[in-house]
């Protein structure tokens, strides 16, 4: 489990901004392929040449991304595990690659599904991976607004292909309007591709391994310029190491993920990510155009007004980017889904009062069997928005930042991969389990729901609302019960809060990290009287802590330390 070596390297860059813009470009391919759906689902082009898909064929259509992603994030933690976070990534942008291609060269409903699925097992290894390479090398006081990142590039790659594809929609001829579009999807690839090797492994990972040296390097140069000496440095070095050996301590297998406390972590990550997709945030990614035919928009009126939505998105993604290592994760968690439910309430309500059905399709859709027309239509348009900006605040972003926190690091990789499916109790440092569970809950739901949406809006139509508002009064009431506050400590400090005997969720508070106590002890031992005039406390190649000179070579004193 060494990873991929060759004989040269690439020059590195340690910005942690720097390293969270190219790996979440995976993100941003998630965010094109979505929006290479929903920008083209009503055009003339598409619903001419796969004859006006509905019902499950329509579904299926939009939850083959999803099912491949379940594969993906299935495979991500052997993958992370094996190669590591970084190239565990670059392996995904291969899939992405064939996918696309296959897309473009669409000649029926069957190929298009293929291809879809080809890029959602890039989409599965990316969503699980890049939160947890990201957790990995952030500090912790700016951890949650390097993983918002992740939310903010799916949201410019869902605007940026949205409007590919609508611009695209004035191409003449029955076909060149989509292939085009999807097309376009090949150049963030290679740019990610590109941009990978530039970033260093993430050093959780190579002390996991045993690569302890590079471990300590890449942790000095990300958190300190590459001062060893750094006493945060020497800090977040002794808790990775008493971590690890800890948890190289735990059940093998399956065991680690529910034994000694470890259950309310797998618990946790996995539905965490359920609940951002069963909060109906899926119905305003893929099938806003739909809603907006019941709220009897059509033609460019409503293209636009569905893109509209998704500058939005991003507009109050960034705010939640600026203030969400300031306000913890439960908050926005918990009033974030009361107000989504409000939202899907007020929008059921308004159609199944003042609804009319239209049994032939509105447009001609077969998707799409009711229409609201006057007031009821601004109303239904109105809480469609209101409904993206309170998930755009809140469930969109903080799940992610949740779900790549709460794994121990011998289950980070694994676990994300798993959740995205659909970390002090010790527990093997495998990134099998936590991110993959997490991973894989997200996309089995993503797939269920890609599926569901369709048919009920065809057979449900309005009631389709009630039932996601009723799921998010749930979701309310698992997080104030179940999710303790993570925000503002370290990765190895959370790990404590999900022992047996921690605290209880709703009595946990953002902060009060014991990361600074420790630097400060630290620097007492430097300055006090069990260090000697003029030495300080240094974190070595080999992984252990000394007092050195200040004036020390660093390369004398290691020999002299193996002497």
Not at 535 to 555: A, I, P
Request: net charge positive; aromatic share 14%; glycine share 12%.
């Amino acid at each position: 489990m060494q990873g991929l070596k060759f004989g040269f390297t690439f020059p590195k860059v340690y910005n942690t901004y720097f390293l969270a813009i190219i790996s979440t470009i995976g993100g941003m391919l998630f965010g094109f392929d979505i929006s290479s759906i929903s920008a083209i689902i009503i055009t003339d082009q598409y619903v001419n040449y796969f004859d006006n898909p509905a019902g499950l064929w329509q579904g299926g259509i939009g939850a083959a991304l999803a099912g491949g992603s379940i594969v993906g994030a299935v495979a991500s933690g052997f993958i992370s595990d094996k190669f590591g976070r970084r190239d565990s990534i670059a392996f995904a942008g291969l899939w992405w690659l064939a996918g696309t291609a296959v897309q473009v060269a669409t000649t029926s409903r069957a190929q298009l599904i293929v291809g879809r699925c080809l890029n959602g097992v890039c989409v599965g290894i990316t969503s699980s991976q890049v939160p947890v390479y990201r957790a990995e090398i952030a500090k912790k006081d700016k951890r949650g607004s390097i993983i918002v990142i992740q939310q903010l590039a799916i949201e410019i790659g869902i605007l940026v292909m949205y409007f590919i594809g609508y611009g695209y929609g004035f191409i003449p001829g029955p076909t060149a309007s989509f292939r085009t579009a999807w097309g376009i999807q090949f150049v963030p690839c290679f740019i990610l591709l590109v941009g990978l090797p530039f970033l260093p492994r993430s050093p959780r990972w190579l002390a996991k391994v045993g690569r302890t040296e590079e471990a300590v390097t890449v942790l000095a140069n990300i958190q300190a310029g590459g001062d060893k000496s750094d006493p945060f440095v020497v800090a977040e070095w002794e808790e990775i190491t008493t971590v690890l050996a800890a948890e190289r301590e735990a059940l093998p297998g399956w065991r680690k993920f529910v034994m000694n406390g470890m259950w309310r972590r797998t618990f946790a990550g996995f539905s965490v990510q359920a609940w951002q997709q069963l909060s109906g945030a899926n119905v305003m990614t893929y099938y806003l155009t739909y809603v907006f035919y019941m709220a009897n928009l059509s033609g460019n009126i409503n293209l636009i007004s569905a893109g509209v939505q998704y500058a939005l998105f991003i507009v109050f993604t960034l705010v939640t980017y600026i203030f969400i290592d300031k306000t913890g994760r439960r908050p926005l968690l918990i009033f974030g889904a009361l107000g989504m439910a409000t939202c899907h309430f007020v929008i059921g309500g308004t159609l199944g009062m003042y609804g009319k059905s239209v049994p032939e399709g509105v447009q001609g859709n077969a998707n799409v069997t009711i229409r609201v027309t006057g007031s009821p239509s601004y109303t239904v348009i109105a809480f469609s928005y209101l409904l993206i900006i309170v998930y755009a605040l809140t469930l969109a972003p903080v799940c992610w930042v949740y779900a790549a926190e709460v794994w121990s690091l011998e289950t980070r990789g694994k676990g994300m991969g798993y959740v995205r499916l659909l970390p002090n109790s010790p527990v093997p440092t495998s990134a099998y389990t936590p991110n993959r569970i997490a991973a894989t809950g997200n996309w089995l739901f993503n797939f269920a729901l890609g599926l569901f949406v369709p048919p009920a809006f065809k057979n449900i139509s309005w009631k389709t609302f009630i039932v996601f508002g009723t799921l998010c009064l749930g979701a309310a009431v698992q997080f104030f019960f179940s999710y303790p506050e993570t925000g503002r400590k370290t990765l190895e400090e959370i790990e404590i809060m999900f022992r047996p005997g921690g605290p209880k969720p709703w009595k946990t508070k953002m902060g009060e990290s014991v990361l600074d106590e420790r630097a400060a002890s630290v620097v007492a031992e430097t300055q006090g009287s069990l260090a000697e005039e003029g030495k300080v406390q240094v974190v070595r190649e080999d992984g252990r802590v000394e007092m050195v000179g200040r004036g020390d070579d660093e390369k004398d004193e290691k020999e002299k330390w193996s002497s």
